[in-house]
């Protein structure tokens, strides 16, 4: 049923406490991703004033072992858990690369734009940093509505 004109009152009123707070849940993840990426940042600026790679594949395997089995403990599936973490890991990765490029292009570490937590796709340190908009290639379900 998509029109909800016809919906018994009690149940659209449900439907709607259920939507707000999944729409607050939604926020909160936003937030978070926006602190983490935050951090990230800083990571990538630390690895690039030490010329470290980027990419980081025991640690990613790490988080990724560990995502998995808090996603088990949550009831969540684990497949989702490890697609979803995936994704964040490489746009992780393409920030640090984004600001190991700019300090290699200045062959003075992590200046400028990088170490002020500016990314490609924001400003860290003004919450706007984090993942571009997803690509349908890449992520085939991330525009789609789940509520």
């Known amino acids: 049923m998509s029109d ?30 926006a602190e983490r990426f ?30 998995r089995e808090l996603a088990e403990s949550a009831k969540l599936d684990p497949a989702f858990a490890e697609k979803l973490l995936n994704f964040i890991i490489a746009e992780v990765i393409r920030h640090h690369e984004t600001i ?20 490609a796709t924001g400003t860290a340190a003004s919450g706007t940093a984090g993942p571009a908009p997803a690509d349908p290639v890449t992520a085939p379900d991330a525009g789609r509505t789940l509520r």
């Not at 909800?4 to 991703?33: F, K, P, Q, W, Y």
């Not at 300090?103 to 990314?119: F, I, Q, R, V």
């Open 4 to 33: 909800t004109t016809d919906i018994d009152g009690a149940v659209r009123a449900e439907l709607t406490r259920l939507r707000e707070s999944i729409d607050n849940i939604d926020a909160a993840v936003v937030h978070m991703l």
């Open 100 to 119: 190991a490029d700019g300090a290699a292009a200045t062959g003075t570490g992590a200046t400028g734009a990088a170490a002020s937590g500016t990314a």
């Open 38 to 67: 935050k951090c990230t940042q800083q990571v990538g600026v630390l690895k690039a004033k030490h010329q470290l790679p980027p990419a980081d594949p025991a640690r990613e395997a790490r988080q990724i072992t560990r995502l």
